[in-house]
């Protein structure tokens, strides 16, 4: 297990550090500032926008401390849908560090993060009516994705100079080929060989700003 620490980062939300690979979780300009722009903003704000869906199927790479899921909820509440959400973590985060977390403290829905991480793993659960969790405790690079399955891909794995393996070109055709017609993917990584692997695997992609702290971000759309 993988050594971490509990960081406060500059929007006063809490990340993680892994003193192992010397990376922090999320951004230590602010850890929801830069979920909320990524990954809702431009990610589930922008599909909704664009295809005004009844039922939303999502793909995340790397549950972390869940505050992704968390966000996605706390955002779901005020929409008309429903969600599949499916997420794969090798590591989890122990059970004495989640609850240690300050995220409730900033949006609420204390039993629903709760109910995030102590859900069983590889099972579909409800955690409330519309929102369905599927979390898949293995490597990325040992996942079987079913073809045009998702909607929207969270590609929110640690960074590409300190997992490499997970942003490959193989297992990168591994996520968009489980992508529907018209998913949306989105990363806080605007890495350039990212971006001519995804326009490579067909999506057409886009650099756009970034969060505070960071320049740019990617979104990709399959057509």
């Keep these: 297990m993988a050594a971490v620490k509990i960081i406060t980062t500059s929007d006063g939300s809490h990340s993680l550090l892994n003193e192992d690979l010397d990376e922090t979780y999320h951004s230590a300009n602010g850890a929801i500032q830069e979920s909320t722009h990524v990954f809702i903003k431009n990610g589930l704000d922008f599909y909704i926008d664009q295809h005004r869906p009844d039922t939303i199927s999502i793909l995340e790479i790397g549950f972390g401390t869940g505050l992704n899921a968390l ?104 996520v968009v080929n489980a992508m529907r017609q018209g998913a949306v993917l989105v990363t806080y990584c605007a890495q350039g060989q990212l971006k001519r692997n995804l326009k490579t695997l067909g999506l057409v992609t886009e650099t756009l700003t970034g969060p505070p702290g960071k320049r740019e971000m990617v979104r990709g759309v399959k057509p």
């Design 71 to 174: 966000l996605t909820v706390h955002h779901m509440l005020t929409l008309p849908i429903s969600i599949h959400y499916t997420t794969i973590e090798a590591f989890p985060v122990h059970d004495k560090i989640w609850p240690m977390l300050n995220y409730t403290q900033k949006l609420g829905l204390h039993d629903h993060f709760a109910k995030l991480h102590q859900s069983c793993w590889e099972s579909a659960v409800q955690i409330f009516p519309g929102f369905t969790l599927q979390k898949l405790q293995t490597l990325l690079e040992n996942v079987q994705c079913t073809p045009q399955s998702y909607d929207l891909v969270y590609f929110d794995a640690f960074s590409p100079n300190k997992q490499p393996e997970l942003w490959t070109l193989p297992v990168l055709e591994k």
